[in-house]
């Protein structure tokens, strides 16, 4: 009895979950995802045991898949929430969710008030240049904006 694992959150026959999310960006994530627009049922757990994080927070959506822009505005939050598509009561997709390679468009705010991004509409467009501790330079102004400054738009 030892071993024996217990349910904390129960299973979905079809949708998405989001897990290993650090117990303090749950709410974040949920405000990134809008999912108080999204209908189907859903469960939230947070400050669950975690060996990797400490306490962890998930996610589990019904019937609702999401876009990889979605997910590119979660990886700007916390690189260690883990993608789990779930079909027929199984996983049928694992993704590590991750800050793209290259270029962030249109999901994050230049921090610089005086970028045109801020003035005009233009899409923003960031290079990545650390995509560990999270920072990104704007393709307009130059101007850097790190994790602790980033505004998800």
Request: aromatic letters at 6%; a positive charge; proline letters at 3%.
């Amino acid at each position: 009895m030892e071993n024996e694992k217990k349910l904390l959150v129960s299973a979905i026959r079809n949708g998405t979950v989001i897990d290993h999310i650090p117990a303090e960006y749950l709410f974040t994530v949920i405000n990134i995802l809008n999912l108080d627009k999204i209908n189907s049922p859903m469960t939230f757990g947070t400050n669950l045991e975690s060996k990797k994080l400490g306490k962890k927070a998930v996610i589990k959506i019904s019937n609702t898949y999401f876009e990889d822009r979605d997910l590119n505005k979660i990886a700007l939050i916390t690189t260690e929430a883990k993608l789990n598509i779930i079909k027929d009561f199984k996983v049928s997709e694992k993704r590590e969710i991750k800050v793209p390679n290259s270029t962030v468009k249109g999901i994050a705010k230049c921090v610089n008030p005086k970028c045109i991004t801020n003035h005009e509409d233009i899409q923003t467009k960031f290079t990545v240049i650390n995509s560990k501790e999270i920072a990104l330079r704007c393709d307009y102004c130059e101007k850097i904006t790190d994790k602790k400054h980033l505004m998800i738009i």
